[in-house]
C-alpha cells in the first residue's frame, strides 16, 4: 500500500540549475552578436530610408527647376527679328530726307525732331533700351551705323505702349528712349527716313524695322554699336 500524502510537505518545485540562471560566456557572445546586428540592421534601415527621401527631394526640386526654367524661356519675351542690309521700300507715311554725315562737337540743331540723320559727335551711342532721353548727336551716330531709333513721349503713352514697342525691338542695332513734347506719340526713326504713329500696335512699326534696320543705305552699314557711350552721352 502507498504511503498516505504529508500535509506538511509542499509541492515539489522542480529546482533550477546555475547553468539556467546565469548565462554562459558563449550564450553572453551570442546575445551582444544578435543587439549589435539588430543594431546594424536598424541602422542600414534608417539610412536607406534617409537616402530615398534625399532622392525623392531631389528628384521633385530638379522638377521644380525645369518647370521654373521651361516657364521662363516660354514666357520671356523674344527679341524681334528683321532680315537687315535690305534696300527700303515704300512704307506709307514714311519721310525720307538728305541730311549729309558729318562729326562735330557741342550741340546740334537738327531740323527734324526727333533727329533722322545729319551732323552728330564723333562718339556713337551704345545700342540699347533706356529709360531716360539721351542725347540726339550720339542716337545719330548710332543710326549712321545702322540702328533704328524708336522713341516715345511719355505724356502721350502709358506704361501698356511701353511694353508694346519693346516687342518691336531685335536683339542688337536699335535704341529706344525717351522723348519728350513730341508732335506726335511715336516715332521711328533711321539714318534719313522717319514714322511717326499714333499708336503702339501700329503695324508700320515693324515694317519700318525691316525695311531701315542695319539698312545697306547707311553711310557706315558695317560699324558697331557697343563700345561708345551710354545716356549720359559724349558732346566734347
Known amino acids: 500500500m502507498s504511503s498516505p500524502p504529508n500535509p506538511t510537505r509542499g509541492p515539489h518545485v522542480p529546482q533550477q540549475s546555475a547553468s539556467n540562471q546565469n548565462p554562459t560566456v558563449k550564450q553572453q557572445r551570442a546575445a551582444a552578436r544578435d543587439a549589435k546586428l539588430a543594431a546594424y540592421r536598424k541602422k542600414e534601415a534608417a539610412r536607406k530610408r534617409n537616402k530615398l527621401i534625399w532622392i525623392w527631394t531631389g528628384s521633385v526640386a530638379a522638377v521644380a527647376v525645369i518647370a521654373l526654367v521651361v516657364t521662363t524661356i516660354v514666357l520671356t519675351p523674344k527679341p524681334a527679328s528683321y532680315a537687315g542690309g535690305a534696300t527700303p521700300g515704300e512704307i506709307e507715311g514714311v519721310e525720307t530726307f538728305e541730311n549729309t554725315s558729318e562729326h562735330v562737337s557741342g550741340t546740334v540743331e537738327y531740323p527734324q525732331d526727333p533727329p533722322a540723320g545729319g551732323q552728330h559727335n564723333q562718339v556713337w551711342l551704345n545700342c540699347g533700351v533706356y529709360d531716360v532721353p539721351v542725347p540726339n548727336e550720339n542716337a545719330v551716330h548710332s543710326m549712321e551705323h545702322g540702328a533704328v531709333w524708336l522713341t516715345y513721349d511719355p505724356a ?12 518691336y525691338l531685335p536683339l542688337s542695332f536699335a535704341v529706344f528712349s525717351p522723348y519728350e513734347n513730341m508732335d506726335t506719340p511715336i516715332a521711328v526713326s533711321a539714318w534719313n527716313a522717319q514714322l511717326k504713329v499714333d499708336s503702339a500696335d501700329d503695324p508700320r512699326i515693324s515694317e519700318f524695322f525691316e525695311q531701315y534696320w542695319r539698312a545697306a543705305t547707311v553711310p557706315e552699314p558695317n560699324a558697331v554699336c557697343t563700345g561708345g557711350v551710354d545716356e549720359t552721352g559724349s558732346l566734347s
Open 156 to 167: 502721350q503713352v502709358d506704361e501698356d505702349d511701353i511694353a508694346k514697342l519693346k516687342s
